[in-house]
């Protein structure tokens, strides 16, 4: 790679840091007996406490504590740790509650289902705790986009403490047999609620607006089904849908960037023979692949700034089916010029760092 001022040298790739220890999910269906342990790690009491801090008044020894009135301390009730400071207008939902607003919003857009029985089949969160995402699901709630392929509607609860996301409810897909989940752009699917006492949620959607959404997406699954993909352009499709950044950074950032890369198509290579060999070579096998990366990050961990991006990466599956499903019906369309930046792209760091990104 070329940099100003210094002479064009090759770089090469280390061996990757691919996990060997990948628990892959395909072909292991949601167990609806056994719901994700990971709920009770974001269950945790919080409360609101006054926030002072110390001021020295002049000609004094003393630092004495005056309150701040306007601003209170969200607090960890299991380890003491300040979450985040916020006015003193926010109200305080915990998840728990969250959760329970989730179940009743589930049950009211399905009045035949019990609450109680729903299952929360995913957590997304970081490491602080500081947000959450909560997947629920109901078994009896679900339908095929053809024999033998069923999907199940959640309702993801979104909460946080740290002001770094409102509080919100979305519908979204998720694959039964391997627990892939998506959710889509759309307002329909879509509630929130602001974390302000003056603020009411609104519920904006019904089961026929859902259901409607449930078959223009079986539509566009038979869409994908019915286009070939290629497998040695899997890996730039996937960066193409993820909207990966293949622009190399500095000198001394290049080699962790690479690394990065080079595991992403390693886990995108055994995804390819998978999902292809289920599927078929075809667009429905990479949006399954590409699902399943979004939906596994716990295990995976390859994708950069994820845990900030959480929801932008579970609808960018979904919107590219959607532009997908429709640009390739214009018969001009050309699969190869589609991907010809992205292509273009790895072309210039397989020059430069000997990344084989086509698959074989």
């Known amino acids: 790679m070329q940099f100003p001022g210094k002479r064009c040298r090759t770089l090469f790739l280390k061996r990757s840091n691919l996990n060997p220890k990948y628990k892959l999910t395909m072909n292991k269906p949601i167990d609806f007996r ?34 701040t009135p306007d601003y209170r301390a969200v607090v960890n009730q299991s380890n003491g740790q300040i979450i985040s400071i916020v006015s003193k207008n926010y109200q305080l939902i915990s998840n728990q509650k969250a959760v329970e607003m989730g179940k009743e919003i589930f049950a009211q857009i399905y009045p035949s289902v019990n609450a109680d029985e729903l299952i929360p089949y995913k ?10 995402h909560i997947d629920l699901i109901h078994e009896s709630v679900n339908f095929k986009v053809w024999d033998q392929e069923t999907w199940l509607p959640f309702l993801r609860t979104t909460n946080s403490y740290n002001r770094s996301v409102a509080l919100s409810f979305e519908i979204g897909f998720v694959r039964k047999l391997c627990s892939n989940g998506v959710l889509f752009n759309k307002d329909t ?29 079986a539509d566009q699954c038979v869409s994908l089904r019915d286009y070939p993909v290629p497998k040695e352009l899997m890996f730039a499709l996937v960066c193409q849908i993820l909207n990966i950044n293949l622009e190399l950074p500095k000198d001394n950032q290049v080699n962790k960037k690479i690394n990065s890369l080079q595991n992403l198509m390693e886990l995108t290579k055994i995804l390819t023979a998978r999902y292809t060999t289920e599927l078929g070579s075809n667009a429905y096998a990479a949006f399954n692949l590409v699902t399943d990366i979004v939906s596994h ?7 950069t700034g994820y845990y900030f991006n959480v929801r932008s990466y579970f609808s960018k599956p979904t919107d590219w089916m959607d532009d997908f499903s429709n640009i390739t019906k214009d018969k001009g369309f050309e699969y190869t010029n589609y991907l010809r930046e992205t292509i273009d792209k790895l072309e210039r760091i397989r020059q430069h760092t000997k990344l084989e990104w086509e698959l074989n």
């Open 123 to 132: 957590v997304v969160a970081p490491n602080s705790k500081a947000s959450a």
């Open 189 to 217: 699917m879509k509630l929130k609620y602001i974390h302000n006492r003056s603020n009411k949620m609104e519920i904006r959607s019904d089961a026929k607006q859902i259901e409607a959404a449930f078959g223009l997406f």
């Open 297 to 303: 990050q716990d295990q995976y961990r390859n994708l």
């Open 34 to 67: 056994s719901p994700t342990h990971n709920l009770s790690e974001v269950l945790f009491n919080v409360k609101l406490q006054d926030v002072y801090s110390d001021f020295r008044f002049p000609n004094t020894l003393f630092n004495l504590p005056i309150g």
